[in-house]
């Protein structure tokens, strides 16, 4: 596993053009997977190993990618606590049961091995995955997960985490607690699995203050990203407005930075002093645009980064379901036939 590129792009080492691959690869823009999804629900293909395979490995059979990413959920960590969601059409997932009290918190248990069925996909995947690809395997941080867990449901300003935080810290801490140790057992169970790398999505972090991340979330987000530093593989961390975050982002000690669509490359790796990889950053919306455009744009994504090793392409979000997967293969063909000068 040592000579993929995407491995060595994470650790800044020496590549012979810029590594690739794309947020919500296997989704729902593939014709494939829709397919897939008309025969399962999403439990099913979440928790089926053999379904969790089949669509990580989907978008092989179209696109030259350096990278896969697992097919599964941030949400598994609270269903692994014992709060069960249900996927409810045009509004997301709905937890069956809501933390409403410190009581409801304290119940909140990991069972271990609820993480079986996805541990034994990872074994599936990287068995079936040509080993020049990396695995990446994943999960949410504790305060974005703590959101929607508060909350019940997708939130327009998730306003209940930070109640709760401010008026009772005890209980926000003990949630915080309980869902870092699951993090932390899931993606050492994910490793020893067969995974290469660990990303950390952080979907929630804008809504947060600046302030108030380095006091309430970056204590939790340093723990998880030394679990998987401590296991000797690459550690990702992707926030979005993560603008707001830069001057904490050193300090998380992650290998690669996963930046958001919002903000210059140039920008974040010059504040970060140049020390760490970064990985994105095309605006999603650009593969709904002419080849020209989409020419044009990742180019630009590519300068913006510059000379020298340590970049890895990516979008700035997770692909958009209207997507062309057309468009897919132009942002691949102009990230490989372009980058090679900037090595």
């Keep these: 596993m040592e000579n993929q590129i995407f491995l060595r792009a994470c650790m800044k080492q020496k590549v012979e053009r810029t590594p690739i691959w794309i947020m919500r690869q296997a989704g729902r823009y593939l014709p494939e997977y829709r397919e897939i999804r008309k025969k399962f629900s999403f439990h099913e293909m979440m928790h089926t190993p053999s379904l969790m395979s089949d669509v990580t490995l989907l978008p092989f059979e179209r696109f030259d990618l ?15 606590l014992g709060m069960s969601f249900t996927l409810v059409p045009g509004v997301g997932p709905v937890f069956n049961e809501k933390i409403q009290s410190r009581s ?34 994943f999960s949410g941080t504790a305060w974005t997960i703590a959101c929607y867990m508060l909350e019940g449901k997708p939130s327009k300003d998730y306003s209940k985490i930070r109640l709760l935080m401010h008026n009772d810290y005890e ?13 932390s057992k899931y993606v050492n169970g994910q490793i020893d699995s067969g995974v290469d790398a660990i990303q950390f999505f952080d979907s ?34 992707f926030a979005r407005s993560i603008s707001s975050i830069l001057s904490y982002l050193l300090e998380i000690n992650c290998s690669v930075v996963g930046v958001d669509w919002s903000i210059n490359l140039e920008t974040v790796r010059n504040t970060l002093s140049d020390k760490v990889s970064l990985q994105g950053n095309l605006d999603p919306s650009v593969l709904l645009c002419s080849n020209e455009v989409i020419e044009q744009k990742t180019k630009e994504v590519l300068k913006s980064y510059g000379r020298g090793y340590g970049h890895i392409f990516n979008l700035g979000h997770g692909i958009t379901p209207g997507v062309n997967p057309e468009s897919v293969q132009k942002v691949i063909q102009t990230v490989k036939n372009f980058s090679p000068q900037f090595k």
């Design 104 to 137: 409801d918190i304290e119940k909140l248990s990991l069972n271990i091995e609820y993480f079986k069925n996805i541990y034994d996909g990872i074994n599936t995947v990287r068995k079936n995955l040509s080993k020049s690809v990396s695995l990446i395997g």
């Design 66 to 80: 350096d990278a896969a990413i697992m097919f599964s959920d941030i949400l598994v960590i609270p269903e692994s």
């Design 171 to 183: 209980s926000f801490s003990l949630l915080m607690d309980k869902i870092t140790d699951s993090i």
């Design 204 to 237: 929630n972090s804008l809504f947060i203050s600046q302030d108030d991340f380095e006091k309430y979330s970056l204590p939790y987000v340093k723990d998880i990203v030394t679990t998987v530093n401590n296991r000797g593989v690459p550690s990702i961390y």
